[in-house]
């Protein structure tokens, strides 16, 4: 049966030193795995992974799993054939005769890119006689090399490799490349797109939902069950652990001056998510906060929350305003899940007059007088984990 191939760029990755085959075989792995009970086969070259399927295999699948997964700049759908000028011919007018070629083109260029310096013609040379053939077959076309509606790719390397319709991946590293991380996700549009931006970076994550059960409902935490499995699809399998959250809140409302309500909640949070990260293994918290959106995200808040655990804080979306973080949102998939109505324990217990700019001797004495660890170890040793 024959085969169809995919050619993957690799951008980023292919300008690494020494280690560029760690990030390359971490790579090929990450797309193996979605391709998991589908028959494909891996080759690589310089800047390059090409996959082989089965003619049957669905394509969909394919192209979808290779979209969506951090470290691919672009692929498509590849011709190869033999490293010989009647071939390229032959392979170049296979491509532009077809409909979804020739469907709305009234301008080509050919591009080339010769790998192999010692094929007979240089690059300007292959995309000249090409065009030249593709015009002999296609009188009523012409060419346009600056702003073309459609070109044919030829790369010319083992093999000479054609395609005309590049997918843009999502670029990135690959996902389990830079270590490994916790993010605090909860229910609205902000953690979501904070945790997607970290894993491009190729930070492999697990994720804490703070659940203030009857306070919220599991509405809510089936809310963000649907988050973290729609967060899947580029990182990969998750573990989401539901951290048990309303004595520690009852706690903060009945001990901490109202003002500071808030602020004492975040601290609790990213106390337990140190605690958490800890005991799993991760080197960092990811948070969704962007500076100065609210009132607990203000300079002087965000260095109280610092101050509470060891470990660091990523904030990808610090200098994002709203709307870009909503472009995001809708961009990966998460928006629509992130507005459904369900308030999560940040929501509910909001005080309406919270501090902005709070004193850091002041409301870390407040922290400390609250005698609250006890409580947040309870939390963690009652959190339930589940496997996404």
């Known amino acids: 049966m024959d085969k169809e191939i995919y050619l993957v760029k690799l951008g980023e990755i292919a300008l690494k030193g020494q280690n560029r085959n760690f990030f390359e075989k971490k790579l090929k792995d990450n797309i193996k795995f979605k391709l998991r009970g589908h028959k494909t086969y891996f080759t690589k070259q310089k800047g390059r992974f090409f996959i082989e399927t089965e003619e049957d295999v669905d394509h969909k699948v394919i192209e ?3 979209a969506t997964t951090f470290g691919v700049v672009g692929f498509a759908k590849t011709l190869k054939v033999d490293k010989k000028v009647p071939k390229l011919i032959e392979g170049a007018l ?10 709305g083109c009234k301008t080509f260029k050919v591009e ?34 600056h702003n073309p509606d459609k070109v044919l790719y030829v790369e010319i390397r083992d ?36 945790s997607y931006l970290m894993a ?3 930070l492999k994550q697990e994720a804490i939902y703070f659940h203030a059960y009857p306070y919220t409902s599991d509405k809510a935490k089936e809310k963000v069950i649907d988050l973290a499995k729609e967060l899947t699809k580029y990182h990969g399998p998750m ?6 959250f309303t004595d520690v809140q009852l706690h903060i409302k009945s001990h901490a001056d109202e003002r500071e309500g808030t602020l004492m909640m975040r601290a609790c949070m990213v106390a337990i998510s140190n605690i958490i990260a800890t005991k799993r293994d991760a080197l960092a918290i990811i948070s969704g906060e962007s500076l100065s959106q609210v009132a607990s995200q203000t300079l002087e808040s965000l260095a109280f929350t610092n101050s509470i655990g060891k470990l660091p804080i990523f904030r ?28 999560d324990c940040c929501t509910i217990f909001s005080p309406k007059n919270p501090i902005v700019r709070p004193n850091l001797e002041k409301v870390s004495a407040s922290y400390k007088q609250m005698n609250i660890e006890p409580l947040l170890e309870k939390a963690v040793e009652q959190t339930q984990s589940v496997a996404l």
Do not use: C, W
Not at 94 to 103: E, G, M, Q, V, W
Not at 121 to 145: F, H, M, Q, T
Not at 164 to 185: D, N, Q, R, W
């Open 112 to 145: 080339t890119v010769r790998s192999d310096k010692g094929f007979e013609l240089d690059s300007y040379g292959v995309s000249r006689l090409l065009g030249a053939e593709i015009l002999k077959a296609n009188p009523n076309l012409k060419v346009d090399v």
């Open 200 to 202: 491009k970076r190729g």
């Open 64 to 66: 979808n799993a290779i």
């Open 316 to 343: 990808p979306l610090i200098g994002f305003d709203k709307q870009e973080i909503i472009s995001l949102a809708r961009k990966i998939g998460t928006y629509e899940t992130s507005i459904l109505p369900y308030d």
């Open 159 to 194: 093999k000479g490799y054609l395609y005309t319709t590049p997918i843009e991946g999502p670029k990135g590293l690959p996902v389990g490349s830079a270590g490994k991380a916790v993010v605090m996700l909860s229910g609205g549009i902000d953690s979501p797109v904070a």
């Open 239 to 244: 573990i989401l652990h539901v951290v048990p």
């Open 94 to 103: 296979k491509l532009t005769s077809d409909n979804a070629f020739l469907d």
